[in-house]
């Protein structure tokens, strides 16, 4: 996934609105949103090649997503990043207490941007293993893409910038069409990935069209919403294959006598 909007407590039936796209090669095979038979069950997708997701949000109202870092003289990990995500939706842990055994096992993983919440909380915890900072996320609208949470490439201006002014009324069709701005930003204002510019121009929208790389076909695989009440989540997803966009639907009931567990933490922002 390359980019990730959300918007934490600015909505008063909503406590989380969350919007993506998940950027990959199209021959990677992918199974569509839907219900986990897990414990405790989980709506999200599923990467078949690695087995783990690149985001999702479990029946307790954990919520968690991934996206990888983009920088290809970065040492490669050993653990497939899509674990992280799943892990976390599992984890009886609290959720602090897992972004600190996260932050001690980093280096395992290829370079990534990972973030997490609870609705019943509004907040949210955000740690990549680039600048090994751990930053807590409270009532605001937050974008994630694939430099360092703290940069403000163009794409994640402009998305912040559409949730902001489309949160108030969310409706599936309206946040859609927020992540399908194919418009690619001009040479000055690109992000310095260690890429050559034309790639990295591609890669510049929010909605990337299908290209060619080293002939295989790369773009933007999916969108995902989630609207979270305190008490249900509404979970839709659109793939994209050709021309068509194929949609998933998923209610998922949260159990709102769970509260958030606490652990010493003391993180930035």
Request: charge should be negative; aromatic fraction near 8%.
């Amino acid at each position: 996934m390359c980019i990730v909007a959300f918007a934490i407590n600015q909505h008063p039936d909503y406590p989380l609105i969350l919007i993506a796209n998940r950027d990959e090669y199209t021959a990677r095979a992918t199974q569509a949103l839907h219900l986990w038979q897990t414990a405790p069950a989980i709506a999200a997708g599923k990467d078949l090649q690695a087995g783990g997701t690149w985001m999702g949000i479990n029946e307790n109202g954990r919520w968690a997503a991934i996206t990888n870092f983009r920088d290809p003289t970065l040492a490669v990990g050993t653990i497939s990043r899509g674990e992280i995500v799943t892990q976390c939706l599992t984890s009886k842990k609290s959720l602090s207490d897992f972004f600190l055994q996260l932050a001690e096992n980093a280096d395992q993983y290829s370079g990534f941007n990972f973030v997490a919440g609870e609705v019943s909380t509004d907040s949210a915890l955000l740690f990549s293993n680039i600048d090994q900072q751990i930053y807590s996320l409270n009532n605001g609208v937050f974008v994630v893409s694939n430099g360092l949470f703290t940069d403000d490439w163009p794409k994640m201006s402009q998305l912040k910038q559409s949730l902001t002014q489309h949160m108030h009324h969310p409706q599936f069709s309206t946040l859609f069409d927020l992540l399908q701005h194919n418009e690619q930003h001009d040479f000055e204002r690109l992000p310095n990935t260690k890429i050559d510019k034309e790639l990295e121009q591609k890669l510049s929208s929010v909605f990337i069209q299908p290209f060619n790389i080293q002939n295989r076909l790369y773009g933007t695989r999916s969108s995902t919403i989630i609207l979270a009440e305190k008490n249900q989540a509404h979970i839709e997803e659109r793939q994209f294959e050709g021309d068509k966009a194929i949609c998933h639907h998923v209610e998922l009931t949260l159990n709102s006598n769970l509260g958030s567990r606490t652990s010493n933490l003391n993180p930035q922002l």
